[in-house]
């Protein structure tokens, strides 16, 4: 199919901006809330006469104060939905039009919360009729809908329309990115569509292979089911960048889109990628310019995470060494033997994450389970407003720094009162780490390698959707000054003028305080490769490459990691109800030390080739008569775990 350039429609005919209301459901998440913001943004800064439409923003069973504030500074009306059932997240974005019909406005626009408005789409959008774009490529196929329509007893209809980029023939299916609907319209035509949506997340394997396709495969049965005035919308109203790999249509590269449908076309720090569309790309360089406009017009609060022994106290300093504010000098504690250098964590950080963690009945080393979402809504109050005190107090100090490594698996709490968040992820060797946590702490080193993975995976999912910047621990040690300098590069790129005034230390200041003999724990790639399993020796790649960064879900902590952890917890918190608990407990204990001081031989070894007495205690220990990997060392502790788990049940 050719696309063109599509011509405004008339001015009687054109939707005006009094009565229209733009409406968009998000998850109360980090990503889907920065696609929110960044659309409300949008129409406002370039929405023309849309900007004066009125906006819904509905956010899914919660939202964080910090974001519904943003929303609500800009103008947008925010309210809490309901789930929609039947596990269909897709088909959420329903549940806005029994808040929108509520507005009383004459049509209704629901947008994706991943478009952006770039100019103003009012001149293409019809009153009167329901305007949805004909989905690009046939996502869900002719086999399927036949099998669709005549399970649901309807007639199917001819295909009159055409998928624009592999031209195939196609009935009305539609991608529901964009939707423009009256409301007196919607009034019945969304219940049908609602019902359909119900039925296929009931029987997915109706719309096998295409099941996750359903919610528009369900808006195409509802056109059938219930006929409604329909004119096809242009592509100006719903520029696709998500097959920017293809071979665009004739015709693609000539339109000037006034509303971009970017998917995850959208970089770390919330910033469009670059298209290969020069209309489209002029568009994108003009809204990422206003968005770093925007962002530099407050001084930025940088929270540095990362675990423990891992050298987050030297990067705060460093970052405080180059101007940002600590907090009043007597607010943070003073060096020790673990930190000849100092902890330059503020104490009432340090103080309301215990206090989370103790009100969650867990420690900083025992947190595989924790989740903060189990604190009552009382107790979540009153450590939300704790933070905001003092994020208030840090504000007024202007340019900020935060650091305590429990902000890992606390930070979707603290989130929730940032408003210009930039988080530096400070990473070092897990090797590194547990050795160091078996000096400081006692720790085993399987424990401490365990809570390197978690404590690292909880970092980039809390922060996911947020600016960030990775530092090795390592590189900062091996090369201060080109490690400072890239902080400070970075800071200024992600938050604008408000680091402008930060300055890089001098040489002498910061070998002075990076001294490598201070890296009393370095790592050891080679003997990770024997002790780590597959999932951490890839975190620790990816951390190393930054394409952790890229991480979009991160992956769950491995069933190892987390087995293992569970132990740990389980060992520490059981008490000897009854004398086969007992026996069972003390199993599990004596093959935790066992491991660990095979572990230990290992790594005294140096060379990891244990001799042949090492390797007999390992097959004793495992049952194994080949040499045992990694994961089949932890495999017979879990199984001693899983023995206590049933007998306490």
Known sequence: MIATVASPVLPRERVI???????CVTEDEPKYLAQALRLVQSIRWFGGELAGAAILVCAVESIGEPARRALEELGAEVRVVERFPAGNPSANKLQLFAEALGFGRETLLLLDCDTVVVRDPLPWMRRGVVQAKIAHLPSVTSE??????????????????????????????CNSGVVLM???????????????????????????????????????????????????????????????????????????????????????????????????????????????????????????????????????????????????????????????????ELRDVWALDEAVLAALGTEWWDAAALDVERLGPLAQRHFVQRARHIVDGLDRGGPWVIKDPRLCVLFPLWRRVLERPVCILVHRDPLAVARSLQERDGLSISHGIALWELYNRQALTASLGLPRILVSYRELVDAPEATAERLRRELTRLAGPGAAGLSLPSVDELRAFVAPALDRHPGDPELEGQILTAPQLELRRALADGSALDLDPVPPLS???????????????????????????????????EL???????????????????????????????APTAAERRESLMDAVRRVRARRE
């Open 17 to 23: 901006a009094a009565d229209l209301l733009i409406g």
């Open 144 to 173: 399927v809908f036949a099998r669709l329509f005549d399970h649901f007893g309807l007639p199917l209809p001819p295909p009159a329309y055409v998928n624009a980029i592999t031209g195939t023939p196609t009935i009305r299916y």
């Open 182 to 344: 009256p409301a007196d319209v919607a009034r019945r035509f969304v219940p049908v569509w609602r019902d359909y949506n119900l039925r296929l997340a009931a029987a997915p394997a109706l719309a096998h292979p295409c099941e996750r396709h359903v919610h528009q495969a369900s808006l195409t049965l509802a056109f059938a089911a219930c006929p409604v005035p329909f004119a096809e919308a242009p592509e100006e109203l719903n520029y696709q960048l998500n097959q920017t790999h293809r071979e665009p249509p004739a015709g693609f590269l000539d339109i000037d889109p006034a509303i971009l449908h970017y998917h995850g076309h959208v970089d770390v720090d919330g910033y469009l990628r670059p298209v290969p569309y020069p209309l489209a790309q002029a568009r994108i360089e003009s809204f990422n310019r206003r968005l770093r406009e925007e962002r530099g017009k407050g001084s930025p609060q940088v929270v540095v995470l990362g675990m423990h022994r891992s050298g987050t106290s030297a990067v705060t300093r460093v970052l405080n060494m180059m101007g940002l504010w600590l907090g009043p000098p007597d607010s943070y504690p003073p060096a020790d033997a673990a930190n000849p250098t100092g902890y330059w």
């Open 559 to 593: 069933a190892p990691a987390l087995d293992l952890l569970s132990s740990f917890s389980l060992l520490a918190r059981s008490t000897a109800r009854s004398s086969q608990l007992a026996a069972d407990r003390e199993a599990a204990e004596r093959r935790i030390d």
């Open 596 to 626: 660990d001081r095979i572990v230990d031989a290992i790594l005294a070894s140096r060379s990891w080739k244990i001799g042949s007495a090492l390797t007999t205690a390992f097959r004793k220990l495992l049952g194994r008569p080949a």
